[in-house]
């Protein structure tokens, strides 16, 4: 086997896992509204349990209904009414012999009044959250005894639903993790001040539950070993609490990083690299003898052999890369990691989260729909079927086809697959995008789709496959406004650029600040030339993660961008742009020698209407219907394929 450690059984207190993989707490807000775990939550975990991952740690759980809500539709430990269905989802996950934690929580300050009925957030002290903008009140000290006592209440209720341990959330700035740092903790009671003061909510609660819950029921503990916030918790503030907490007799540490204000290092973006935080798990686990679970931005399991290789943890917490793919450790297991469809690092997940809906993932469109799609029906029978285009959307249709035992062709006019994925990995810090186009290329190949590569499709060439349905996936055109000068030679197109087909001078203005804008600003700005970004907007970004924006702004503004809002092109001379103010209408001229547009894109209607013309049974797939992300054109093809 080529993981050696990563399959090898672990301990944590005495419950043995079958391997070192430990998926960590991620909110997925399924849970029915009571709080109870619904079947489409039960089926989420199961995939993961099935795919073969050592431990599931639940979401957030909330154990407090008054101030307590993280996320809506959260898994909830109040009262023994949902009990019954927490023991069907700890069931379902030890079918697979995984086991299964479930993590207690309280937001305390990094929530929003509107989920607790517009009643004031509550933390250990008046502290506002710089991104919550909410100012919380402080908790009584009777408070702070209710809230230790309810996260009690909810280890006894997680035992009693059968499930292998708890864990106590005290990282990532919620409650807990605002009790322990001296950034968030100014009270002046027996819960503040002090470092045993400051951690005492923690002794309390971790002695009741050791007591009620028995010695050997397991308690981890997640702690943010860095808060990156100018005086909040450092490596050695968390080395001492890590002992302390060992101290108090629980059985594991679960090392993080971050709050809510440095939210960029808990879950991070593409451009952050595997490992780059291992640091701060290996300070710790060197000062303590408990395992130590850590999570260090791992898409791939050769990194996470090597981190376990180099005893920088114990167990390996693989989030975001078990949403990409339930089978990852499986996956890894019987050397077939090339397979794996990693994570991209493209925060959607998060995204949707924060957008108070479920969680979802852009390169897996059955993540939390587990129920919806269910095992593929093998009805295809060796019917043809043809797919037009080779991007995201077409490849995934193919790929969910083949599955089905279609007999797939798939058509390509560029000499490789990937479409649009071609240029959209070729900016800074965006190679994972490559990683996604070789596991979907493998992926057909194994399925023996077949694959007619430098080949437009035609009318003609289709009639005579005489195919039983067509999937249109060809992609979308760049959009061209008219104005004066815009078929000069000095005006190009985003894609032109990355793609290594057009050439730019040493001023160059690049119109449009979506994401191709930003990252063929960022790509420019990197082969030393000046850029100036210019969108029509008043502020750049729109529809872009506020996380990957700010982190592609931060290195942009670095190398000296120089950005214009509320300006719109309307015109292009040989050595200038004509910029007009949105606001005045007064115009505005501007050095150029080289315009790039990356002004959005517009479906291939023409094509479509030609297919829809000859055939009965067409199907538009991703930008040909209208221009997306990688999550709309994978889902796009994935769902129209699964029902076709």
């Known amino acids: 086997m080529k993981y050696q450690k990563l399959f090898q059984k672990g301990k944590i207190g005495k419950l043995e896992l079958k391997n070192r993989i430990v998926m960590p707490a991620m909110g997925v807000s399924l849970a029915t509204p009571n709080g109870e775990a619904s079947d489409n939550m039960i089926a989420y975990y199961e995939e993961r349990a099935k795919g073969g991952c050592g431990l599931i740690i639940t979401e957030i759980t909330r154990i407090e209904n008054e101030y307590g809500v993280g996320i809506p539709n959260q898994l909830t430990l109040t009262n023994l009414n949902q009990v019954p269905q927490l023991e069907r989802l700890v069931h379902a996950v030890h079918k697979y012999d995984s086991k299964l934690f479930v993590q207690l929580h309280h937001p305390g300050r990094e929530t929003k009044s509107k989920l607790i009925n517009d009643k004031q957030i509550v933390a250990p002290s008046a502290v506002m959250c ?64 002090s470092f045993t003061n400051r951690i005492r909510i923690l002794a309390e609660m971790i002695t009741a539950i050791k007591h009620l819950c028995g010695p050997d029921f397991p308690v981890s503990v997640r702690i943010s070993a860095d808060e990156f916030v100018e005086g909040g918790l450092k490596l050695e503030d968390s080395i001492k609490i890590a002992r302390t907490l060992e101290s108090y007799g629980i059985d594991a540490i679960n090392v993080s990083s971050g709050i ?50 180099e005893e920088v943890c114990d167990f390996v917490g693989v989030g975001r890369g078990q949403l990409a793919d339930p089978e990852w450790s499986n996956k890894a297991k019987h050397g077939e990691s090339e397979y794996i469809r990693k994570c991209i690092g ?19 469109p059955r993540t939390c729909r587990e129920r919806y799609y269910p095992e593929f029906k093998k009805d295809g029978n060796g019917r043809t079927v043809v797919v037009v285009g080779g991007g995201p959307g077409g490849m995934e249709a193919a790929r969910v086809l083949a599955e089905r035992e279609f007999k797939v062709i798939l058509f390509e006019k560029e000499t490789c697959l990937g479409g649009s994925l071609n240029m959209a990995d070729k900016p800074p810090f965006k190679e994972k995008l490559s990683w996604l186009i070789e596991s979907m290329e493998l992926d057909l190949k194994r399925l023996n789709v077949d694959i007619r590569l430098n080949t437009e499709a035609s009318v003609d060439m289709v009639k005579a496959l005489n195919p039983a349905g067509i999937f249109v996936a060809c992609g979308a055109n760049p959009i061209v406004p008219p104005i004066p000068g815009i078929n000069s030679a000095n005006v190009v197109k985003a894609e032109d650029v990355l793609k290594g087909k057009a050439s730019f001078g040493k001023n160059v203005v690049v119109v449009g600040s979506g994401m191709t804008g930003l990252e063929t600003s960022e790509f420019i700005l990197d082969k030393g030339s000046n850029v100036t970004l210019v969108e029509m907007l008043d502020s750049i970004g729109k529809g872009v993660n506020t996380t990957i924006l700010y982190d592609i702004t931060s290195r942009m503004k670095k190398q000296g961008i120089d950005i214009i809002t509320s300006h719109k092109l309307a015109a292009v001379s040989e050595n200038d742009v004509v910029l007009l103010n949105m606001n005045t209408l007064f115009p505005k001229k501007i050095k150029a020698d080289t315009v790039v547009l990356a002004l959005g894109v517009a479906p291939n209607n023409e094509l479509i209407a030609k297919f829809e013309e000859n055939f009965e049974n067409v199907k538009a797939v991703g930008d040909a219907v209208r221009g997306g992300r990688i999550a709309e054109a994978l889902d796009d093809g994935f769902s129209k394929s699964f029902i076709f």
């Open 130 to 193: 710089k991104k919550t903008q909410e100012m919380p009140r402080a908790l009584t000290t009777e408070e702070c005894e209710a809230i230790m006592k309810a996260f009690v209440k909810g280890a006894v209720l997680a035992k009693t639903a059968g499930a292998d341990g708890v864990e106590l959330h005290a990282a990532h700035g919620y409650l807990l993790n605002q009790f322990l740092s001296p950034y968030t903790n100014k009270r002046t009671d027996k819960y503040g001040g």
């Open 260 to 309: 809510y204000e440095s939210g960029i290092t808990i879950i991070e973006p593409n451009s952050y690299p595997q490992g780059w935080k291992k640091h701060l798990a290996s300070a710790i686990r060197k000062n303590v003898k408990i395992p130590v679970i850590a999570v260090n931005n791992i898409k791939t399991p050769d990194v996470a052999e090597q981190l376990l290789e």
């Open 346 to 364: 493209c925060l959607y997940c998060f995204e949707e989260l924060e957008s108070l809906r479920h969680t979802k993932c852009a390169v897996n």
